[in-house]
């Protein structure tokens, strides 16, 4: 403790400034009592005690000079020490703590010098606690703002590493660096999730929190038309859940790859996500898995052939005025889509038997396809899915 003694009639700023003399004992005493203090372990690990030491005779100068009048805004060492402990990854409440330290150490220096002014006390605590008060604000902004932009900073560190997997620009050695920022493990169960976008919301808005509610750490990076994912699944045994919760989740086409066991197998991944999505029918809003259905997968590994397919076999059907087009193409779908069954097709059709009949042998005779015939039924079936997957552009 301080052995000063204020004169008689001394003012609050002039005990300031006797105490400044003992600039240097009373940091070494501050720097103890932080380093007894119930956050210990993160000051005396995380700063060394030299700038542990620095940072504190800093800000007892500052303060000290603003209590005997001599600087009017000295909070740019609570700042600067602010955005030290946030990028040293300090807790908010070490750093507070700290200043409620300063706070009782000047005070009860300053109430020890003061037995002759006893009247002058209120004055003197209002002032150093109003002042330790600006000092913990002022650090608690700086730190709030430094927390910001290494996030920030963080936050695109990440996205520049999700980019360089999913696009498999990393080479082996970098790929164990690029897995330590995304925290992923080196070997694991993985899944790539591509959800196609256009509407107005973002597609799967919030899926980050429902994939993390089931353990699930997951990346997304969007693009022009999709929304990719980068999931890094607990264990396998919940791979069921999560493609449970993308189709409920789904607003538009969602395709999941293959599960993989390790991140170097994004690149791959991605084109199955991508061939998974466009194997689903435009306007359906769903998920599927690649390898959930063989015919659309191998249509979308082939646009350019799933067109010509269709145009080769439906070309007389989508020849048609617009009417009778939608009218042959919808009756064959819903026959298809129930198995075969000229009364089924009727009844979700609302159309009488014969009328369903008709309409098929007219497709029967534009395309040349007996639909008694399984191989002619299986070309018709082909050239109808391309044509779900990969319809004419509206004129």
């Keep these: 403790m301080s052995t000063i003694t204020a004169p008689a009639g001394a003012s609050p700023a002039e005990f300031a400034r006797l105490l ?15 380093l007894t203090g119930e956050h210990a372990y993160a000051e005396s690990t995380l700063l ?26 000295g909070l740019h060492a609570a700042r600067a020490t602010g955005r030290l402990k946030a990028e040293y990854g300090f807790p908010l409440a070490a750093l507070l703590h700290a200043y409620r330290l300063a706070g009782r150490l000047v005070w009860d220096h300053m109430r020890a010098a003061c037995t002759e002014n006893p009247e ?23 730190y709030g703002r430094a927390v910001a932009e290494r996030t920030g900073r963080d936050a695109e560190l990440r996205r520049v590493e999700l980019r360089a997997l999913l696009d498999g620009v990393l080479e082996p050695g970098r790929l164990h660096a690029a897995a330590q920022t995304l ?25 980050e929190r429902r994939l993390r ?6 990346y997304w990076t969007s693009e022009v038309h999709t929304r990719v994912g980068l999931l890094s699944l607990s264990t396998e045994h919940v791979l069921p859940q999560v493609l449970d919760l993308l189709r ?48 659309p997968l191998a249509l979308a590994h082939t646009p350019d052939a799933a067109r010509e397919l269709r145009d080769a076999v439906l070309g007389p059907v989508l020849a048609l005025p617009d009417p009778d087009r939608d009218a042959l ?53 082909a050239a109808v899915l391309a044509d779900r997957l990969f319809p004419l552009p509206e004129e």
């Design 48 to 73: 060394s005690v030299e700038e542990l030491r620095e940072a504190v005779h800093t800000n007892l100068d500052s303060v000290l000079r603003q209590l005997a009048g001599e600087l009017d805004h």
């Design 329 to 381: 193409i919808t009756t064959v779908r819903a026959w298809f889509d129930c198995g075969g069954s000229l009364a089924a097709t009727a009844e979700r059709l609302h159309y009488h038997r014969n009328t369903i009949n008709h309409r098929l042998r007219r497709v029967e005779q534009l395309t040349g396809r007996d639909r008694s015939d399984p191989r002619a039924a299986a070309e018709l079936y």
């Design 183 to 207: 925290q992923l493990p080196a070997t694991g169960v993985f899944l790539v999730v591509c959800a196609e976008s256009g509407g107005a919301t973002e597609p799967l808005a919030g899926i």
């Design 248 to 295: 409920r989740e789904a607003g538009g086409r969602v395709g999941v790859s293959a599960r993989f066991a390790a991140p170097l197998g994004a690149r791959a991944a991605v084109r199955q996500a991508e061939l998974a999505m466009t194997g689903i029918e435009p306007g359906e809003t769903t998920a599927a898995a690649y390898g959930q259905a063989a015919l």
């Design 120 to 142: 002058l006390l209120p004055d003197i605590g209002a002032d150093v606690w109003r002042i330790i008060d600006d000092y913990s604000t002022a650090a608690t902004e700086e």
């Design 20 to 34: 400044m003399a003992d600039l240097e004992p009373l940091t070494d005493e501050l720097v103890r009592r932080i």
């Design 213 to 218: 509610d089931k353990n699930v750490v997951s």
